[in-house]
């Protein structure tokens, strides 16, 4: 089960396609949005509805950053290849989707987990679903509008 809407985000630090070292909570308020592994359909394709939505997001001040397992280098390529207007945080290790419940055990690889983050850095909506891929930018823009 995804963390509640309502709890604080675990705060974190991770390296970023930016170059630079992210610190959530000098990032917020913002959309996170765990996926599998770069280049493949699914993960494309959400990465993808992001992009083609992020204009919308933007204009509402909410920053988007996606994380997976995949290292910077590996995320570098999969965000200049389709032009994704936001940076990728790099978890190789998997503790952050761990903390944010956002982990298969076993195979450990991410699950298909968004999370929207207010400016106090709580969780406001959570969207986990790890079939429907473009479903995740509809469910964020939905909670955003409801304000």
């Known amino acids: 089960m995804p963390l509640k809407p309502g709890t604080k985000a675990p ?3 991770l390296p970023s396609t930016s170059g630079e070292n992210l610190k959530l909570s000098n990032n917020v308020p ?7 592994k770069n280049f493949t359909p699914g993960c494309t394709q959400e990465a993808c509805s992001f992009r083609d939505g992020f204009s919308e997001l933007r ?3 909410i920053k988007v950053f996606g994380i997976s397992r995949d290292s910077i280098k ?3 390529k999969f965000r200049n290849e389709h032009a994704l207007p936001f940076h990728l ?5 998997g503790e952050i989707c761990k903390r944010y419940d956002s982990l298969i055990p076993l195979i450990r690889i991410p699950k298909r987990t968004t999370y929207l983050i ?3 850095q709580k969780i406001k909506a959570v969207y986990d679903d790890m079939f429907g891929a473009k479903k995740h930018l509809e469910k964020m823009i ?5 304000e």
């Not at 945080?89 to 290790?93: A, F, G, I, N, R």
């Not at 939905?142 to 409801?146: A, G, P, T, V």
């Open 11 to 13: 705060d974190f630090t």
């Open 30 to 36: 913002c959309i996170l949005y765990f996926y599998p």
């Open 59 to 61: 204009n509402l001040n």
């Open 74 to 76: 590996s995320h570098t």
């Open 89 to 93: 945080l790099s978890d190789t290790k």
């Open 118 to 120: 207010d400016e106090r």
């Open 142 to 146: 939905s909670e955003l509008n409801i």
